[in-house]
């Protein structure tokens, strides 16, 4: 079956650092987003991508993040100067185009990054 | 804006008794809804969906989910509860519309199966 593949699993930097995430979504899938969660809570909506540009993102997605389509099979989310409340699991997540048929978009996940910021 | 809420934040339940874990949503127009659970250390995982037609809704590991448009809510049920139920259960919802919508989840709702 296929899947959304994460890595790391785990990454610990220090305050001020770049970090990037990486996410292969599933293959057929256009549209891909990032999450993330803080201590097992609720799930975060960051930002949202399709046809190589943001479609949506949220007031948490501030400058100091990025998202990024490099090649046809990765998708990234870039941190530039990490802070201690950036800590949190970060999930990526594709979807088919919802709106076809039955296809209602649902939004399939990864296993999640988990990121500590010290 | 649309919006989800789950009203519980833990919902505790003897092995073999029903379960039900409760959602409630706002939305413009007609939804789209889900339910997904999530393990300890884990990602979320889809469960079910509501698309149209039928109010009752069956999904993975014998959950299933009533839709109540009247009350706009989408709750989730299983007869029989199982300890490995245990876990942290979201309900989300997106418009049922064209293009792009974003999905948004609820605050999630931990579910824990006594022995």
């Known amino acids: 079956e296929p899947e959304v593949t994460q890595t790391p699993s785990h990454q610990v930097t220090q305050m001020g650092q770049e970090v990037i995430l990486r996410c292969v979504p599933i293959?057929?899938?256009?549209?891909f987003y990032w999450y993330r969660q803080i201590l097992g809570q609720k799930v975060e909506f960051l930002v949202s991508?399709?046809?190589?540009?943001?479609?949506?993102k949220s007031e948490i997605f501030d400058d100091q993040f990025s998202v990024e389509r490099p090649d046809g099979s990765n998708f990234t989310l870039k941190i530039r100067s990490t802070k201690l409340e950036d800590s949190a699991m970060y999930f990526c997540?594709?979807?088919?185009?919802?709106?076809?048929?039955?296809?209602?978009?649902?939004?399939?996940f990864g296993e999640g990054s988990r990121l500590t910021v010290l | 804006a649309q919006s989800v809420a789950q009203p519980e934040d833990q919902v505790n339940v003897a092995e073999g008794n029903p379960l039900t874990v409760k959602c409630t949503y706002s939305v413009s127009g007609n939804p789209y809804l889900f339910w997904y659970v999530q393990y300890p250390n884990r990602g979320l995982q889809f469960l079910l969906k509501y698309i149209t037609g039928d109010n009752l809704v069956k999904g993975s590991y014998g959950f299933e989910a009533e839709f109540n448009k009247s009350q706009t809510s989408f709750h989730l049920k299983k007869p029989s509860a199982l300890v490995s139920d245990s876990a942290l259960y979201f309900c989300?919802?997106?418009?049922?519309?064209?293009?792009?919508?974003?999905?948004?989840f609820g605050i999630g709702t931990k579910l824990q199966v006594i022995p």
């Open positions: 997540a594709s979807s088919d185009p919802p709106g076809q048929g039955l296809n209602t978009g649902e939004l399939f």
């Open positions: 989300a919802v997106r418009p049922n519309s064209g293009g792009y919508q974003k999905v948004t």
């Open positions: 991508f399709y046809n190589n540009e943001i479609s949506e």
């Open positions: 293959s057929n899938h256009l549209y």
